[in-house]
């Protein structure tokens, strides 16, 4: 049972701030999980916390079934990857990744085969002799996985640990580590300010804001059915867009153009009892339609090529908004009619931002 289970987690370094405000949620045996969140929101405290780095203010934290509030790091099993992975710079990249197992005295055939079958998973073989100064920043960045993964713990933590390579290598190095992970299933906890990251490497993603958890599920279920407007706009870019909209007798309005909403929502906004809503609507469900009075005229802003798409942005609203278009012909000032996907539309409420659908 390596699981992990955070039971009203809070911590405060001092009266003022909370920086983690009650975490409740548990990572399985097994599962690979995506702590997610803007700079400064609190991933790397909770998994120090994990680790046994940091402290617990008030709360439970329970590992494999036992509350380890006050279990010292090196009783916790676990292996973590940091961003600023330091390799011992005067020892060879054997020497580095077999440092641990040394010292807890793993006998020496067992360490010989751990290695070997590290060395061949990262694709470090015939490298084993180096110093790290001789290593690129990806074969380094291998050599620290190779390093925690040796130990085979039971719990595996890596905080942003792909944040100082070029683009291509993180992406390379990203789908390693998914197969790594398929490979060993051990229980693992990946912290990341990238949202497509967590896409990518979350079996469930906790997303997390000023230390307080905004939803944790699956990556689709985040995507799709965002419990709140910071989710919504997080997650996906561009982003998200969310535009104020009036509701007048059971029905939400933009300016003076009723927009069509599927069954469901139908029902929840005829039950609403405010004057506005926000109505949120992903850039990619956004179509350029003809001239038609169920469409949405717009005036275009600004066009950013992506290559395959184009972002074209409008202002509704009071605030600027964007779609993407297959159309690589639409240009600045162009006056076009949109309509909106009705099945992607999300509602939510004015006030406490949350999504209609999640709260009924
Ligand atoms: P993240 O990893 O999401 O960027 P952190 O967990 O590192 O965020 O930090 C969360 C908050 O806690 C930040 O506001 C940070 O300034 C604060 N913090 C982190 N460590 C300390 C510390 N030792 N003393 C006081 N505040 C800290
Ligand atoms: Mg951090």
Redesign the pocket.
């Known amino acids: 049972m390596k699981e992990i289970i955070f039971d009203g987690v809070s911590k405060s370094?001092?009266k003022e701030?909370t920086?983690l405000d009650n975490l409740n949620f548990k990572i399985n045996e097994g599962e690979r999980l995506v702590l997610l969140?803007?700079?400064?929101?609190?991933?790397?405290?909770?998994?120090?916390i994990i680790a046994g780095l940091?402290s617990i203010t008030s709360g439970k934290l329970i590992l494999g079934g036992e509350v380890a509030n006050d279990l010292e790091p090196k009783d916790r099993n676990i292996s973590m990857v940091f961003q600023n992975y330091a390799l011992y710079p005067h020892m060879s990249v054997r020497e580095n990744i077999c440092y641990a197992l040394k010292i807890n005295k793993v006998p020496q055939d067992e360490i010989e085969k751990r290695l070997k079958d590290v060395l061949t998973t990262l694709k470090l073989e015939g490298l084993e002799d180096r110093k790290p100064k001789d290593l690129s920043g990806g074969q380094r960045q291998r050599v620290a996985l190779a390093r925690a993964l040796v130990k085979q713990s039971d719990y595996f933590l890596l905080?942003?640990p792909l944040s100082n390579l070029d683009a291509q290598l993180r992406l390379h190095a990203r789908k390693e580590l998914v197969k790594l992970h398929e490979k060993y299933k051990m229980t693992l906890v990946y912290?990341t300010?990238d949202q497509v990251e967590a896409m990518t490497i979350g079996e469930r993603i906790v997303l997390?804001n000023k230390?307080k958890i905004q939803m944790a599920d699956s990556p689709n279920n985040i995507y799709n059915h965002p419990r709140n407007v910071f989710t919504a706009t997080f997650i996906g870019s561009p982003s998200m867009n969310i535009i104020k909209s009036k509701v007048l007798d059971g029905k939400v309005y933009i300016g003076d153009h009723q927009v069509m909403l599927p069954e469901n929502l139908q029902k929840l906004i005829s039950e609403y009892e405010k004057g506005n809503v926000y109505l949120g609507i992903r850039p990619e469900y956004i179509d350029v339609a003809h001239e038609d009075k169920d469409n949405i005229e717009i005036n275009v802003n600004f066009v950013e090529d992506y290559g395959n798409k184009l972002g074209v942005y409008f202002d509704l609203e009071g605030s600027e908004h964007v779609l993407l278009s297959d159309d690589k012909n639409i240009k600045n000032g162009d006056k076009l009619f949109i309509k909106f996907d009705r099945e992607k539309i999300c509602l939510f409420d004015i006030d406490t931002e949350e999504n209609l659908e999640v709260l009924n």
């Open positions: 370094y001092d701030t920086v969140g803007p700079s400064g929101c609190g991933k790397s405290t909770t998994l120090r940091s905080d942003e912290v300010h997390l230390g």
